[in-house]
């Protein structure tokens, strides 16, 4: 009987695609561990997997980046339509002082027409400040541009990190029994340790 023949393709494959070792590839394709060795070297079997590992972690990052980024764009288009809506609303000289009013037809009926008075609704246009504040917020973040209060907010952030990094190695030296944990209260100045 003849020797049998391996599938060299299949058996590098399968080492690619896997996390066999080599050696444990030799056994289950019943070959020489020499044999194994030789064809991974040759070939670049150890560089395939490495490359194929790295794709298929591409692969997900992209995957698992694509929806969020499709969500984000949606909420901006959405944003971009409202910011057009209030720009139309603004643009009406009579939009603030629309009212809806109740009225009646003097036989018990009751139905509401919107009437334009020479009063100004400041409720709405407090609504519309709030809306317009909100949406450019939404905006900036979706775009990751700060506002100067949130830049400041988190320069203070980052400070106080830097500071607790700087005291937590200033402490590693020396022993744990000389620190506790110091507790104080917000009422009546009490204050408390323990070790």
């Known amino acids: 009987m003849g020797k049998k023949k391996n599938n060299w393709e299949k058996i590098r494959a399968d080492y690619i695609t896997s996390d066999i070792s080599l050696r444990k590839l030799a056994k289950k394709y019943k070959t020489s561990t020499s044999k194994i060795y030789e064809h991974s070297r040759k070939e670049g079997w150890v560089e395939a997997r490495k ?24 909420i901006l288009d959405i944003a971009y339509k409202i910011c057009d809506y ?16 109740k009225v009646g037809d003097g036989k018990g009926n009751y139905y509401t027409v919107e009437k334009v ?5 400041t409720k709405a246009m407090k609504e519309m400040v709030y809306s317009i504040k909100d949406l450019a917020s ?57 070790e």
């Open 51 to 74: 490359q194929h590992r790295k794709e298929i972690i591409e692969e997900a990052v992209s995957k698992a980046c694509v929806k969020p980024i499709e969500v984000l764009a949606d």
């Open 86 to 101: 209030i720009a139309e609303a603004v643009d009406d000289p009579d939009q603030f002082k629309r009212y809806l009013v």
């Open 117 to 121: 008075f020479g009063k100004y609704d």
């Open 138 to 194: 939404l905006i900036l973040s979706i775009k990751g541009i700060n506002t100067e209060a949130e830049q400041q907010r988190l320069d203070i952030q980052k400070e106080k990190l830097q500071m607790l990094k700087e005291r937590y190695r200033g402490n590693q030296g020396e022993s744990q029994s000389e620190y506790g944990l110091i507790i104080t209260f917000d009422t009546d100045g009490y204050e408390g340790w323990t």
